[in-house]
């Protein structure tokens, strides 16, 4: 499993660059590109430039500043004398340059699409996968909701932070070393003007932003309360009719969500505020750069031509500049993501101790005095429990909830790690920490209490172990599970979607349907957790019976709390909190006259 | 949810009027400013101009101060005009969407249980937070924005005819093809970024399965076909985005370069007229500013159309949600005598005694065509405790519906103390009527605001009391603050077990006549389970109840017992005629008695 990371990363950096694999180069030739548009884009003031001074107003001054290249391209168009005849032929020069940065712009979003799509892409696919590797320990101590808010949203942040903010970053600084190179290429002096007002307009909205941002989330925590409270009343929408309280809840709301607006509103004179105070100091700098330009116009240190380049270039400082300040400030944001992405990233996935191996799994499972607890401080839900799953027979669990039965079975699973100190699992004489766990999990077919769906066809679903789909095995499987009439009664039949977005399935139709995805793969130990309790009697019976004839030679454990389901298995082991009570046959264990005897009594007795 | 596609006409903004007649007023002088704000855009190439023609052309600075003054007194009335604009438009969006909100909120308020049926909680709660938010952005944003553009085009195409009507006109053919041109690429990236968002979801929910069904993933040991399954759908997503690139890059290239076609354009025809003399240099450098300035705004326009396009939908669905109609409405009589939801005359109200009674009642449900009773009819006199079980999903809750008339007969009526239900008010039964949920409801706040959610005035003397009753006060006194203490989201902070004692208590606290029990599902450990049990014996006596039971150990006492399968009753009885009668009761029964026998060891 060579796409799996299983090295800590140990700063942010380390993690994004191993992120960033694969998309760098998109990214730096996307910057090229932007520098390249950017060079185009003020190229288009120069050749202005030299089409008035001289062109139109003839009005060259000794140094002019138009570059010694625009010159040349001009003679070889002509020259100024032919041109002032043949103006179409610059206008044509600028159609051609305007190609130019059109096509470097259209490469500029490509190559920077491709490059972020590729960093999303890889981000998606590392963390799927390695959530997919972790241990299951891990999904039961984190919140769904919540790790999914880390992989979509926080992921979308870093991309941004990536392919946007700090990208535009380079882009605007890039445009801004440009930009002064051809205006102090004009005038010095003037281009002191024009610059002073770069920091000035990057600190205060950078200040602003930072101000701003708490207002932001004072209102983003308001809404989620205003938004809290309508999701109570909804949810809770039959206490409320029952209580006749609707009055009440309407004038709840209306007091919330005029407070939540009020916060809006107030955001909104700072914002105004601010955009109209950033309008007045750029105005104000387009002013002082109209004037001064003037001014030394008429004193004869620039042109015309250069005096209405120099304006141009100015302008295209503007947004960029204003821009810059905002991205700053959001730039700080996408650590916290970096962060959360970082907590799974770094979250050690389910690895086999070294030297681990592969054994065969028709052989004796004994468990040896093992003991167990969910998490620090939690209760033992198994005590010191042991017994034997005899190869090729058929063992069953019985105990009430809590009893630990489930438990048993997930460590035998490795779906949880047994601490040494806590007792062993055998499998013949290895214990299951030196086995492989694939080699274990292959060979352990397991229905769970809970059978869980995917939202995928329902022949795909019981085949879902199966390299390739075998509709013949099927639906041999969903044979014996009781379960192909009621697949054939579906409009679709076997091509029924089901899950999240398909059909919803009964209960009892799940668990069969878990029975049928089992029995496909034919595991060499078959375990059935609860696995027929939403099943009615009568058609328990007859999956029991069905099943009995294909077991064949595999190892059956049977979870359940009801006797019947267990009574003709070869040995039963008696659970109750967590201790082993009582094992042995059916005979036996009644014979014995305990616990098992007296639940047969009470079970019995109902029917 | 599918939404019928009916189109609305002008994005469905005429039927927003009612919402924004308050505010017409303040959107008038928006609009004023706003096309204000685009003259006085329109004017700074104008200064470029002066100063070019008359400082630079001429040679002097005559007249510097006051072109200084007046440049500043535009830039000063801009500024302030901005502001006022920009704020009052922020105004007008958060109190439309504040005062939406509300309609909609209220408006849930008198809907029947039929429309939270059809409708699931995620679904409603987005017509109420989201929806209104967008219809808000809309009228206020969207056509500020057109304002802002379309005037300024306007008045840079005004400018350009007055300075030289010739060069205008070749600028202005190029503001059609432009406005073609965006709009057929816009119709193109509308398309593709719906079905990014598509993937964007499957991906999502990819998650999701991933997630939540690590456990079989893991036993199956299918993480690997998963994990490539899930790449399909990464890779599409890179595809698709790319090429959504595809079309946005070459939409703004091209749009920029027209730009430039416009600057060239200029630069050749204005030139030649220049060196003719008819030019000033000035104005010639007027028209190259707005060449340059000219495509922008064409191209907002149409990115802001197609959004007001997208919100459509959201004005659909909102106005869907405040045109339904409630089926379970108190008739104009009724609501004359007895007041409504938001204003009962409680002077006019009888005391319920609580008898009730089914008469003849047959009833589907809206949403479904199965008639689930039919000429039904059950006398419960006062007193009378009747329980309802079958399996989860068979359909316990319809009688209780019923009783609540949370739902209207078909056919058939509802008496309660010998009176149609629909003789008196919603409101009026509601208040004599007590629930205990399967999943017991708590809203945030107190202990003490929750329990006086059915007796407003309710002193603390009788909230204890109540508390005592069904043996809770244990569960107040261990918490910190006592009835002060917070309880958190959906009392989060409470198990299921106190949850629940503590709804018990909130309906003792009303006083009901009719009290509806809905046993809860989930376990919780023995103690608790006991306490509840004494709680319910507790409560019901002396009153009329409904207990929905999933503990059948809970209601061997019981009056009558209804056996539902599949939505109908099937079976009625007392316990021992129906153990007798070994039909589904039986089995249920015996199959909940196995599990049970744990618990007796």
Request: overall charge negative; aromatic content about 10%; glycine content about 6%.
């Amino acid at each position: 499993m060579e796409n799996i990371k299983k090295k800590r990363f140990e700063t942010k950096g380390q993690m994004v660059s191993y992120f960033l694999k694969g998309s760098v180069i998109f990214f730096s030739l996307s910057i090229v590109a932007s520098l390249l548009v950017t060079f185009f884009e003020f190229i288009g003031p120069k050749i202005v430039q030299y089409t008035i001074n001289y062109c139109i107003a003839d009005t060259v001054t000794e140094n002019d500043s138009v570059p010694i290249y625009i010159i040349r391209l001009m003679d070889a168009l002509g020259g100024k004398d032919h041109l002032k005849t043949h103006l179409y032929l610059i206008a044509l020069v600028i159609v051609v340059i305007a190609v130019f940065t059109a096509l470097f712009r259209y490469l500029y979003r490509i190559l920077n699409s491709i490059a972020s799509e590729r960093l999303v892409e890889r981000m998606r696919n590392k963390l799927f996968s390695h959530i997919m590797h972790l241990p299951f320990a891990w999904h039961s101590e984190n919140h769904t909701g919540d790790i999914i808010q880390r992989c979509t949203s926080d992921v979308e942040t870093v991309r941004a932070f990536i392919s946007e903010q700090l990208l535009n970053l380079i882009r605007i600084v890039i445009r801004i070393i440009i930009a002064m190179y051809f205006m102090i290429g004009i005038n010095g002096f003037l281009s002191i003007f024009s610059a002073v007002f770069i920091p000035i307009v990057v600190l205060y909205s950078c200040f602003f932003h930072r101000r701003i941002s708490k207002s932001f989330q004072k209102a983003d925590e308001e809404e989620g309360r205003l938004s809290a409270m309508a999701q109570e009343n909804l949810t809770g929408v039959r206490v409320v009719r029952a209580f006749g309280r609707e009055k009440y809840e309407r004038d709840r709301f209306v007091e919330k969500n005029y407070h939540y607006s009020n916060l809006w509103i107030d955001i909104m004179k700072l914002l105004s505020a601010f955009w109209a105070s950033n309008d007045l100091i750029s105005g104000l700098q387009v002013m002082v750069i109209t004037v001064l330009g003037a001014v030394l116009c008429v004193q004869g240190t620039i042109n015309t031509g250069e005096y209405i380049a120099f304006v141009s270039y100015n302008a295209m400082l503007t947004w960029p500049v204003r821009a810059l300040g905002r991205i700053i400030s959001d730039m700080s944001k996408a650590g916290v993501s970096i962060d959360r992405i970082m907590y799974i990233m770094n979250s050690e996935i389910e690895e086999d101790k070294e030297g681990a191996i592969d054994v065969s799994m028709d052989q004796d499972i004994t468990f040896d005095n093992v003991s167990f607890s969910y998490g620090n401080g939690t209760d033992e839900v198994v005590r010191g429990a042991s017994f034997k799953i005899e190869a090729g027979k058929t063992t069953g669990i019985l105990g009430g909830t809590g009893s630990g039965k489930s438990t048993l079975m997930y460590l035998m699973d490795k779906l949880y790690d047994l601490p040494s100190e806590n007792g062993r699992i055998l499998i013949g004489d290895t214990d299951i920490t030196d086995i492989k766990t694939s080699c274990i999990r292959k060979n352990v077919g397991f229905v769970l209490q809970e059978p869980f769906l995917f939202s995928r066809t329902i022949s795909e679903n019981i085949g879902i172990s199966e390299k390739e789909l075998d509709i013949a095995k099927v639906r041999d499987a969903a044979r014996i599970a009781a379960l192909d009439e009621t697949i054939q009664s579906f409009n679709k039949g076997y091509e029924t979607f089901v899950g999240e977005r398909g059909v919803t399935l009964s209960g009892g139709q799940k668990q069969r349907t878990a029975i049928a995805q089992m029995l496909v793969s034919r595991p060499q130990i078959m375990v059935f957790d609860d696995s027929l309790s939403a099943v009615d009697t009568q058609t328990d019976a007859k999956i029991r019976a069905a099943l009995s004839k294909e077991i064949g030679k595999s190892t059956v454990v049977l979870i359940s709390h009801r006797i019947t389901t267990l009574m003709h298995a070869d040995n039963i082991v008696v659970l109750d909190k967590g201790r082993v009570r009582e094992q042995g046959t059916h005979e036996e264990l009644l014979e014995l006259g305990g616990i098992y005897k007296r639940i047969y009594d009470i079970q019995m007795q109902g029917t | 949810m599918k939404e019928n596609n009916k189109k609305l006409p002008f994005f469905g903004i005429p039927k927003l009027y009612p919402f924004l007649k308050p505010y017409i007023p303040t959107v008038i002088s928006m609009i004023i400013l706003g096309v204000l704000s685009s003259l006085m855009d329109s004017i700074y190439p104008v200064f470029n101009k002066y100063a070019l023609d008359n400082f630079v052309g001429k040679g002097t600075l005559d007249g510097l101060w006051l072109f200084i003054a007046l440049y500043v007194g535009v830039l000063l009335l801009q500024v302030v005009d901005n502001f006022i604009c920009v704020y009052m438009c922020g105004k007008v969006e958060m109190s439309m969407d504040r005062d939406l909100r509300d309609a909609a909120f209220s408006h849930l308020q008198t809907l029947s249980f039929a429309y939270f049926n059809q409708n699931n909680v995620g679904y409603i709660h987005a017509r109420v937070m989201s929806d209104t938010g967008k219809i808000g952005v809309m009228v206020a944003w969207r056509m500020m924005d057109i304002v802002w553009n379309g005037s300024y085009i306007i008045c840079i195409l005004g400018m350009m005819f007055y300075l030289n009507a010739k060069l205008a006109l070749y600028i202005a053919i190029l503001v059609p093809i432009a406005a073609v041109f965006v709009m057929y690429f816009q119709k193109k990236l509308i398309v593709i970024n719906r079905k990014i968002r598509e993937i964007n979801s499957t991906i999502t929910s990819n998650f999701n399965e991933g997630i939540t069904g690590a456990k079989a993933v893991k036993t199956l040991v299918v993480e690997d076909k998963i994990q490539d399954d899930f790449e399909v759908d990464t890779t599409k997503m890179k595809r698709t985005s790319v090429k959504a690139a595809h079309y946005s890059g070459f939409f703004t290239s091209v749009v920029t370069m027209m730009s430039s076609f416009a600057l060239a354009l200029v630069l050749w025809k204005g030139g030649i007229i220049t060196i003719d003399g008819v030019f000033e240099i000035g104005v010639l450098s007027v028209f190259l500013t707005y060449a340059l300035n000219m495509m922008e705004p064409i191209q907002n326009i149409i990115v802001t159309i197609s959004e007001l396009i997208a919100v459509e939908v959201n004005v659909e669905r909102f106005f869907k949600l405040i045109e339904t109609e409630s089926d379970v409405s108190d008739s104009q009589e009724v609501i004359e005598k007895y007041g409504d939801a938001f204003n009962p005359k409680k002077e006019n109200w009888e005391e319920l005694i609580g008898d009730v009674e089914f008469k003849d009642v047959t009833f589907k449900y809206p949403d479904g065509d199965e008639y689930v009773l039919e000429h039904f009819n059950l006398k419960v006199p006062q007193g009378t405790n009747v329980a309802i079980v079958g399996e989860t999903g068979a359909g316990k809750s319809t009688l209780v519906n019923l009783v609540c008339r949370f739902f209207k007969p078909t056919e058939g009526a509802v008496l309660i103390d010998g009176k149609d239900a629909a003789e008196r008010s919603q409101l009026w039964l509601h208040s004599n009527i007590g629930y205990v949920l399967q999943t017991p409801h708590l809203f945030s706040g107190s202990v003490r605001d929750n329990l006086k959610y059915g007796k407003e005035d309710a002193t603390d003397e009788e909230i204890w009391a109540a508390l005592k009753l069904v043996s809770a006060e244990g569960v107040v006194k261990r918490m910190e603050k006592g009835l002060d203490s917070d309880v958190g989201e959906d009392g989060d902070m409470l198990s299921t077990g106190e949850k629940q004692l503590l709804s018990f208590a909130r309906a003792i606290l009303a006083d009901p006549r009719i009290l509806i029990l809905d046993e809860a599902t989930a376990s919780i450990d023995t103690v608790t389970e006991k306490a509840i049990q004494d709680a319910i014996s507790t409560v019901i006596k002396g009153r009329t109840s409904f207990v929905i039971a999933h503990r059948l150990s809970t209601i061997v006492d019981a009056d009558i017992i209804l056996v539902v399968q599949d939505g109908k009753i099937i079976e009625r009885g007392t316990h021992k005629e129906l153990m007798d009668k070994k039909g589904y009761y039986h089995e249920l029964f015996t199959r909940q008695f196995e599990e049970m026998a744990f618990s007796d060891i």
